[in-house]
DNA sequence: ACCTGAACACCGTTCAAGT
DNA sequence: ACCTGAACACCGTTCAAGT
């Protein structure tokens, strides 16, 4: 859409990887997966596009490195948390089921910020680590409640992973919203065949209005985090009453 | 990697929308994202790259019949499961709950089986009636066990959301299975910097081992069921004990 | 070492033309 | 109506060359 900035000849060692990374980012946040190829992005640096492989290898290449730059800052960010975030906390609710509360809006608002980081999620191999600040303080937490090993470890995975799910539907719900508005979604969804989907034609409205933005991912986190807890009460009464280590 | 298949030129009239989703779909599984180019499509079918576009309109186009001809699959599927799926279900446990189980691991299989659904969901703009038959059949589910209408739409969410990011996470861990083994993947996330990321470290054979595949999905399929049941119970206490309408 | 120019093998799609 | 051929404006990347 917007008039591809002209190159204005950048001076002759004014690049470096840092550089290109971080025009990547903005390439990709400005317009999406498709608004960053290797050709814009040397445009935008005011260089001809073979320069950039003395950086950068290939382009996958540089989009992990994008990924990884844009997750970097999970780690940093952790305690710019609002009195909004934690003043919904519930009555007597343990203080680790708030601290991962924080932590998983954290990742969704920077999930939901960067839209191609889950085109990125979605496209390129991981190795398990990308989102490493917000799997150490989900670990960390999680052990200091008394989860064993095990337990943790997979009860992070399942955070990480309702977090990308719930960003992944909410940023692909919304990627038009000018263009089809929620009435025009709830039409659809009320004109879909009633004999095959009687509840969903009758929910038309609820879909539509009460499962959106933020306000959806912070209820389905609740319930992942009301299920945790469960799942450590259910551990601690067969292991005994005392903690574990 | 597989020699394109030559066309063998095909007679005048055997094109068809049909034919051409099908083919889509095939070479998606086939190839990624990647495999599906309107050329080798063509090519697929022994014929003119531009042939296509008498049925399609658009690439676009054809990637969300493709995801949806997908998707279609499953109401059809539904009673397909398994002794093992239904063996497991904890003792005591409400048949709501069981039969959601049943309905997330269908989704979640048909994710992992066509792995380039996840690229879709991730690419293409959503409407929400995507998976139309698996909504109908979560939001029949909890309306009967007694969520209101607000509660049934977010619920249904939640578990659409929980899939989603599981199976997107499953597929691109393990995109390259055999490049890099889980040997290896535990000794990049044992090799962190430990003073960072100490409890990653230390966790990193249980990262590894115990947060894969469909068991990883399972466990947090109940976790999400475990925190809709308190969920539920703690609504009916505050309306009464009646069920509601 | 850093960067350019030309070129190659691709894309999706338009447009005019053939049957 | 259904399909083809040639062309356009793109890609990522190789290769040889310039500084």
Redesign the pocket.
Known sequence: MATATRRPRAP????SRRAIVDAAVALLDEGGPAGL????LADHLG?????L??YVG???ELLDAARDHILGGLSAHRDAATDADTADSRHGEPGWVQRLRLVGLELYRLLVAHPALIHLFATRPLAGHEAAGATEEHLRVLREAGFDRAGAARAHLTLLQHALGSATWEVQLNRDRDVLSRRRRQEALAAMPADHYPTLVDLAPELVEGTVGEQQFRYGLDVVLAGLQERLRRAKSETGPRPQA
């Open positions: 002759r060692n004014s690049l190829t290797m050709r814009s260089v001809r596009p073979m320069a492989y003395t290939s382009k996958d």
